[in-house]
């Protein structure tokens, strides 16, 4: 019986929660394309090559409601996959403090909650639409006095 353990220590969410720019300089910013993100590391897909181990600044605006939060961090590359010409590259951050890395985990978190509790209403579920329509009022009689 082969034995299965999650290593994750954070839940990962799609990219749908916020937007990220790269930079190796801090000079030169580019937006990537994020295939997930969680409060450990983000997984993104590029068409220039990077090592194994290059350092990176991240500019991670995350979408939260009505929310949207900023935050500057720091990681490394720690693995690099090829598909299909498509390069993807796994990153763990350094140096992110406890507050970041716990809202970024909520975020991500409530995010989750919400996409797994909607589901598809059917008409058997008793959910029905109303729609309330203005009276039209006739014209009022002036009375002059």
Do not use: H
């Not at 600044?57 to 409601?65: A, D, E, K, Q, R």
């Not at 406890?98 to 059917?122: A, C, F, G």
Request: hydrophobic residues 30%.
């Amino acid at each position: 019986m082969t034995y299965f353990a999650e290593r994750r220590k954070y839940q990962r969410c799609t990219s749908a929660v916020c937007k990220t720019l790269m930079s190796t300089d801090k000079k030169r910013w580019t937006e990537i394309e994020l295939i997930d993100v969680s409060a450990g590391g983000l997984k993104f897909t590029s068409k220039n090559t990077y090592e194994v181990d290059t350092p990176l600044n991240f500019n991670i605006c995350v979408y939260n409601m009505l929310s949207e939060f900023n935050m500057s961090l720091e990681g490394r590359i720690t693995r690099m996959e090829s598909e299909k010409g498509v390069l993807s590259y796994s990153v763990k951050f350094d140096n992110i403090n406890k507050y970041q890395q716990i809202q970024l985990d909520e975020i991500i978190k409530s995010k989750i909650t919400i996409k797994e509790s909607i589901k598809p209403v059917s008409d058997d579920d008793g959910i029905y639409t109303f729609f309330f329509l203005p009276r039209i009022r006739s014209k009022r009689i002036k009375s002059y006095r």
